[in-house]
């Protein structure tokens, strides 16, 4: 087996990330085989493997989905720097939704600023003030489409009330529900009959069978096999190489929705993300070849993995 090589790292995240998690650190690990880079960055807290058992599947068996995935991107990225050309190279990339790192109205405030049309936010620790500051914001901000990922936190019978309870025109500002319940198909159609909104599947695709609206597709751990449903491709909340990944294979399939490519201002600035620039609507790869970051790449230390 070839070598491969891995050097830690761990990212601080602004606020908490999502419902499941309240880490404010988090750790993954870059990954280097051959001239390819790859990022590994599993959230046990959604269902993966910890980083360590991820690590000890890379160096042996190599049968996890995150593990494959991080081959895959390693692969492309290796034979574009072989090449000396930028992976990204003729690739048109979607553009993107504010991932907000708060739900707040200087956040808000902040996306509408910076161009964004689409803003995802994360729901579940107290939907109902959390849903009635969207409904507040939407009277502040009536160009804005919302996103609301509730990561399978949300109660069936509590968002039905609530948005039965809304407006017409308010229901219409959502763009989709994402993971708001634990999936099921019969539930799910019942939800969304009964508030008239679109819902998206993350968590359980496997178990999807094209019934629901949306895939939310993570190049990190999904295949990006494009159907009748909408995908929308966003990245893992990972490092800037793996964000860049995502980006390149949301281009590579020509995936045409407002994605969730620009998630690197949810951490605290590295030299990485500063090579990305500020979050915006239109994701900037980074310059150089494969997936870029060349020099800062072979700056980071480097260890063998043992098997």
């Known amino acids: 087996?070839?070598?491969?090589?891995?050097?830690?790292?761990?990212?601080?995240?602004?606020?908490?990330?999502?419902?499941?998690?309240?880490?404010?650190?988090?750790?993954?690990?870059?990954?280097?085989?051959?001239?390819?880079?790859?990022?590994?960055?599993?959230?046990?807290?959604?269902?993966?493997?910890?980083?360590?058992?991820?690590?000890?599947?890379?160096?042996?068996?190599?049968?996890?989905?995150?593990?494959?995935?991080?081959?895959?991107?390693?692969?492309?990225?290796?034979?574009?720097?072989?090449?000396?050309?930028?992976?990204?190279?003729?690739?048109?990339i979607p553009i993107s939704h504010a991932t907000l790192p708060e739900l707040s109205g200087k956040a808000v405030e902040k996306a509408v600023e910076r161009g964004f049309s689409h803003v995802k936010t994360k729901a579940g620790r107290d939907v109902v003030n959390e849903l009635e500051w969207v409904r507040q914001f939407m009277g502040?901000?009536?160009?804005?489409?919302?996103?609301?990922?509730?990561?399978e936190t949300g109660k069936f019978d509590e968002?039905?009330?609530?948005?039965?309870?809304?407006?017409?025109?308010?229901?219409?500002?959502?763009d989709f529900l994402?993971?708001?319940v634990r999936y099921h198909s019969g539930k799910w159609s019942k939800l969304s009959w009964a508030t008239g909104l679109?819902?998206?599947?993350?968590?359980?695709?496997?178990e999807d069978g094209q019934r629901s609206d949306v895939l939310v597709c993570k190049p990190a751990v999904d295949d990006?096999?494009?159907?009748?449903?909408?995908?929308?491709?966003?990245?893992?909340?990972?490092?800037?190489l793996g964000q860049c990944f995502a980006a390149w294979e949301a281009g590579a399939v020509r995936c045409r929705e407002i994605c969730?490519?620009?998630?690197?201002?949810?951490?605290e600035r590295s030299v990485f993300s500063e090579v990305l620039g500020d979050a915006g609507p239109e994701f900037r790869p980074p310059g150089g070849i494969g997936l870029g970051f060349g020099d800062l790449l072979?700056?980071?230390?480097?260890?063998?993995?043992?098997?």
């Open 178 to 180: 994402e993971d708001p």
């Open 1 to 92: 087996m070839e070598e491969v090589w891995v050097s830690r790292y761990e990212l601080e995240a602004a606020n908490a990330l999502n419902s499941r998690s309240t880490r404010r650190f988090v750790e993954g690990a870059l990954v280097r085989i051959g001239p390819g880079f790859g990022c590994l960055h599993p959230w046990p807290e959604l269902g993966d493997p910890t980083l360590e058992e991820c690590l000890a599947d890379l160096a042996g068996a190599r049968q996890f989905r995150i593990v494959k995935k991080t081959l895959v991107c390693i692969e492309a990225d290796g034979g574009a720097r072989e090449e000396g050309r930028s992976l990204f190279e003729g690739t048109e």
């Open 140 to 151: 502040c901000f009536p160009g804005l489409r919302w996103r609301i990922d509730f990561n």
């Open 198 to 206: 679109s819902l998206a599947n993350d968590r359980h695709q496997e």
């Open 298 to 307: 072979e700056d980071l230390q480097w260890f063998r993995l043992k098997g």
């Open 260 to 267: 969730g490519l620009q998630t690197h201002d949810l951490f």
């Open 159 to 174: 968002l039905t009330e609530i948005f039965q309870s809304w407006k017409i025109e308010e229901l219409g500002r959502i």
């Open 224 to 240: 990006l096999n494009k159907g009748s449903q909408r995908m929308v491709v966003t990245s893992y909340m990972d490092h800037p």
